[in-house]
């Protein structure tokens, strides 16, 4: 999975080692140490990004991303948005159980939609 910030050059990658950070576009690429293996990964915005391990736990950090997760909306991710509302990050998980929201930056989830 890759994610890329608003301003093009930082890139986030999930994969089997680990996240891994590029500042330069994916020109060149290292670890971020840390961090926890995460399965999904975005941009809340130009300074914050958003992770999901394997076992759906989510965690909201600034860049960079020593993200530690904490919260759990549900079981193993497919897919997570982010974005800035009213002073706090809305994260929306995709997951094996459905559709889970949070509106307070990953502290409690709602599910929208049950698979």
């Not at 999904?40 to 965690?59: E, K, L, M, R």
């Not at 997570?80 to 009213?86: E, G, Q, R, S, Y």
């Amino acid at each position: 999975m890759l994610a890329a910030a608003p301003d093009g050059d930082t890139v986030l990658a999930t994969t089997q080692q680990g996240l891994l950070r590029s500042t330069d576009a994916g020109a060149s690429w290292g670890p971020v140490d840390g961090a926890p293996l995460l399965q999904v990964v975005a941009w809340a915005d130009a300074a914050t990004s958003v992770g999901v391990d394997p076992a759906g736990t989510v965690g909201a950090a600034p860049t960079p991303p020593d993200v530690a997760p904490d919260r759990r909306p549900r079981r193993c991710p497919h897919a997570v948005a982010a974005a800035p509302v009213d002073g706090a990050i809305r994260v929306a998980v995709v997951t094996d159980a459905g559709l889970a929201e949070s509106a307070d930056s990953g502290e409690t989830f709602t599910t929208l939609l049950a698979s």
